[in-house]
């Protein structure tokens, strides 16, 4: 039977992928080799590491403009202290709109000063903050583009002088942005870009070595730029297969393409929110994610119901998040718009039925 | 043509390890889901971190012991920065024993004061330094078991009342030790244990926790151990292969199996290499390693003609690491003596042609 995977990360990735990611752990490239046992030094996993690369920068139209493209272990969460690190001298600004963006807070918090210029959290993270003030004199701005687990996203970014570093973990290669505005970004590649295991970083090099302090060698992004994203052995086969699902998006019309499908899939499942009597959204409106929608049923007592209706139509993953409830779709690049409608349907069909 | 893959990591796998890999690539136990887009908190991959934890424990007999076992990423790159965060109040003992150790004592250097109680770099990393002393008031002895580069290997470990911390990254389920003589292990998977990607950390619960210290979150080990290797996403598929590959090794038999036939490869190496006029053994034949064996040629006259051949053979992966030079045959768990046999046969063929 077949699955609509509304997993919030590790999630779905396009069936061909799967397809050319087994075939290589079988042989690799007419090496003989399984993917595998390669050594990453080797000519072939050299020339994955660089096309990944490169192929991130060209989607997002960063090539020369002064950008490296890093693909690093760790996930986010590495990347929460490694930015601290590698920018923070006097202070930090940062925006805190849930649960990773405070994970990003308090673990620079280890490296300097911090200050939060707005949050959400008392309104349970279901908006963006707006109006407020980014202070100059801080090293850095940070924010977090897209928050899986309430379900938010942000539509604009302020404009600021400082350097703006933001967490796209979940929205990256999702829609049409001036990626150029920012000088440092960073994401796990197991949402739209790849399995778990590695973490994609673009960096502005002009931002770096200003702190004046000692940063260990493998937290040090200078030294990774250095060895071309091998100072130590990389996460070969999450590289791997997101190059494979990179040069998929390039295939289907990049960023443009993809965007597209992305805004009608999500005002499907939006309008279908919105119109059935039965449930209501949980973020607020102006601030709706395009990946992850999050719902809840308006009354528990048609929750078996539901839970049963979309068990049995082939959806898994869409059970909220512990900390919010209800539930969550999360419609990355690779799932198709098919896939929506089957939810929709069965949505409707718990109208009819109750 | 059959390959014979020498690389010193990542490396060769076995073959049915590759096979279950593969196909988990497609579909994993039925689910209807490639493991790639499988959420890391669903029920069948946790069962996989836990059955790789209680696997690695169970095959090193240190289960019920106090211990725990961890898949982290970063690599024992990252591992050189946390075992300083996490044990290092007043000043730790290193011995330096080659690359991989002197980057252990620099990246140590960034947290506290650090102690080398011997080094064989004036030595070429030929040996390992015996006779030294172990400061009884550092937090903890750190040594390499298994020099990939320069091919030693520490046949015994000294006794000392302090912790003891072993980067076991190229030698871990080769040979039979007593395992709870250490206090913490780690080792990158991409030797005897998996693919790149993730790294095993066993450690034994009760050294934790004494430094005084704040450790960021990513970096503390007692974070990891709580949230049972899921503080953040792990690397799922690393995980996985190298469930798959420490499986295979509990089927054929456990270390004691693996052991006796990595002690006959490398008997039959280092007895040609010694044998044969043409080449000699790079280091200390007491030190000498059963993993990696590296040599050279006595003229590198016939340097083109044994590339030739070997390369002929099907062998893959020989060349000695830049910074030693000439061979180094990686004779990991999975490596066939076969493969071995098939080294041997293409020196004595060597020393017959010219």
Not at 4 to 20: D, R, T
Not at 34 to 54: F, N, P, T
């Amino acid at each position: 039977m077949k699955k609509h995977n509304y997993s919030a990360g590790p999630c779905i990735l396009p069936k061909e992928v799967f397809e050319q990611a087994a075939a290589a752990v079988i042989e690799y490239n007419n090496s003989g080799l399984s993917i595998l046992e390669m050594s990453h030094r080797s000519k072939d996993i050299v020339a994955v590491m660089e096309e990944a690369q490169q192929l991130s920068l060209e989607l997002l139209g960063l090539q020369n403009k002064g950008y490296s493209a890093l693909f690093l272990q760790g996930g986010a969460s590495l990347q929460f202290l490694m930015v601290a690190y590698n920018l923070l001298k006097n202070k930090g600004a940062y925006l805190n709109t849930g649960t990773w963006a405070s994970n990003a807070i308090k673990e620079a918090k280890n490296i300097g000063q911090v200050e939060v210029v707005a949050s959400s959290k008392e309104n349970g993270f279901r908006n963006i903050p707006t109006g407020y003030q980014i202070p100059v004199d801080a090293d850095y701005f940070h924010c977090t583009s897209n928050n899986t687990i309430y379900g938010t996203q942000m539509k604009s970014f302020p404009k600021t002088s400082i350097p703006l570093v933001c967490d796209m973990s979940s929205d990256i290669f999702s829609r049409s942005l001036d990626f150029s505005k920012f000088d440092l970004i960073y994401a796990g590649a197991q949402k739209n870009m790849g399995p778990a295991g590695t973490t994609l970083i673009i960096v502005k090099d002009e931002i770096l070595g200003k702190t004046g302090k000692t940063i260990p060698s493998i937290l040090d992004y200078k030294v990774h730029i250095e060895k071309e994203s091998m100072f130590n052995t990389p996460s070969v086969y999450a590289v791997y297969v997101s190059l494979l699902t990179l040069r998929w998006l390039k295939n289907i019309g990049g960023i443009p393409a993809i965007e597209k499908i992305n805004n009608q899939k999500a005002a499907l499942i939006y309008g279908e929110i919105d119109r059935n009597s039965l449930f209501e959204g949980y973020a607020d409106k102006a601030d709706r994610s395009n990946m992850n929608a999050t719902f809840t049923l308006k009354s528990t007592a048609h929750q078996e119901t539901f839970d049963a209706l979309w068990k049995k139509a082939g959806i898994v993953g869409l059970n909220g998040h512990r900390s919010v409830g209800g539930y969550r779709a999360s419609m990355y690049n690779a799932l198709p718009l098919e896939s929506v409608q089957v939810l929709v349907d069965t949505m409707q069909e718990l109208e009819k039925t109750v």
